[in-house]
């Protein structure tokens, strides 16, 4: 990896590219520091640290502290990816997007432009229910409409201009704008994190149990990463025989391929949908404030992750079993979404390729179908694990922390695929270099 990124900075091009996305990320640092006009800036701290639960962790968390902070990117990204997941789905119900995702450059572009127009319309309605909901409640220094609007119109902004800056990254610089936005916001926190588990268990400690707590600290971190990179990068090849036909005089084809099937076909999304779906009572409460009795206080216990495996509490540990079960789900569903074996199955048919051993038509799509199941059930175990060992740790030690499963899968994810990006930028380089000579 560092001798790629050594290699990339002999070129020119592609250091451009670089020290681009690194000013803009600098940018984003920059900006993430910048107070919204007209609010108390220590309200957010006091509140969040009030919160029994942690159903606003993971935002903060992909907002790198400027929700907490309150500044004027406080928003973030989140709008955005709120916006593509919600457009990715709706293309499963509205036949006129899955034909404009199917047309080419226009198609995505147009695509794009829908995205960026329900962006900007989810960060007017989460900066009005933020400026109006806690600015009620002391977020702002004087509620009036003034401010209202001000901070409506400044976290709204923020929000765009950390789309357009996304956007800049993939055009300009080394691609994956969105991804590496997010990418930021979550490694700025990591520090943090790390230096409050040292304070919990390695600091002040005897020498022999803080180098016992230290090894196992970094085990673990290590040991996640390390799953992160094999379920990310692990890959079940199907091969493909393409059979010999004749054009003209010519005898073509007969070459042999492959159908790459990732084993963490879906991603990070699995764990995404089923936090979103466990926290989304947990914040609506919140925002509502009413804190809970009775009934429906135990029940928001059973949702809040703060509560699962702590061994003096082992009820609502029963939160984690639904947890896991919406994780199989919806790494099953997501991938039905995203990966569709008939359409493959047809396409090898109409070009003449087949699976050696399968019959072309139904039966490769009935073994396509048999075989992504088998392999998106190994691939949700992986995701399992690294999704509930931060649970696990927090509610049997206490350490809390903000980067979990879900931050270590996308900062890993980013990471090589950045890489990756950079390594065919120099490859394509290379084939241009020839063709010139």
Do not use: H
Not at 280 to 298: C, K, L, R
Not at 369 to 392: E, Q
């Amino acid at each position: 990896m560092f001798e790629t990124v050594k290699n990339a900075f002999k070129v020119k091009e592609i250091r451009l590219k670089i020290l681009f996305t690194l000013a803009m990320l600098v940018v984003i640092r920059f900006g993430s520091q910048l107070p919204v006009p007209g609010v108390d800036r220590t309200y957010f701290s006091n509140w969040f640290a009030q919160q029994t639960g942690d159903a606003f962790s993971l935002f903060d968390a992909f907002t790198g502290g400027s929700f907490l902070s309150m500044s004027i990117l406080a928003l973030n990204i989140t709008p955005y990816i709120t916006s593509s997941i919600i457009i990715q789905l709706l293309t499963i119900a509205i036949p006129k997007l899955e034909e404009m995702q199917r047309e080419g450059e226009e198609g995505r572009k147009m695509m794009v432009a829908i995205t960026r127009y329900v962006t900007v319309g989810l960060s007017l309605i989460t900066a009005s229910a933020v400026a109006i909901g806690f600015g009620r409640q002391g977020l702002l220094e004087e509620f009036n409409v003034i401010n209202v609007i001000t901070v409506i119109a400044a976290l709204t902004a923020g929000s765009s201009f950390l789309m357009w800056i996304g956007e800049r990254i993939t055009d300009k610089g080394v691609g994956n704008g969105i991804s590496i936005v997010l990418t930021i916001n979550i490694i700025s926190r990591m520090p943090q994190d790390v230096a409050s588990l040292f304070e919990q268990f390695v600091i002040g400690k005897s020498v022999a149990n803080g180098t016992v707590a230290t090894i196992i600290i970094l085990a673990v971190i290590v040991g996640m990463v390390v799953l992160v990179i094999l379920l990310n990068d692990a890959v079940r090849r199907i091969p493909v025989q393409y059979a010999k036909k004749i054009q003209g005089r010519k005898m073509v084809g007969g070459s042999s391929t492959n159908i790459p099937l990732k084993v963490n076909t879906a991603g990070v999304m699995p764990i995404i949908f089923a936090s979103s779906l466990m926290e989304f009572p947990v914040i609506i409460s919140t925002f509502a404030g009413y804190q809970g009795t009775g009934v429906w206080s135990e029940i928001l216990k059973y949702l809040s992750s703060s509560y699962w495996c702590n061994p003096a509490m082992p009820k609502y540990s029963v939160g984690l079993i639904v947890y896991i079960a919406l994780l199989i789900f919806f790494a099953y569903f997501y991938t039905s979404i995203t990966f569709n074996p008939l359409e493959i199955a047809d396409n090898m048919k109409k070009q003449g390729g087949f699976i050696p051993g399968i019959r072309p038509g139904k039966p490769t799509s009935e073994y396509l179908t048999k075989i992504l199941n088998y392999i998106i059930f190994i691939g949700v175990c992986g995701l399992t694990i690294v999704g509930i060992l931060p649970f696990f740790f927090r509610g049997v030690f206490g350490a809390d922390v903000s980067f979990g499963g879900t931050s270590l899968i996308i900062v890993v994810s980013v990471v090589l695929e950045t890489i990756k990006q950079i390594e065919s930028m120099m490859l394509v380089r290379n084939y241009k270099g020839f063709l010139n000579d």
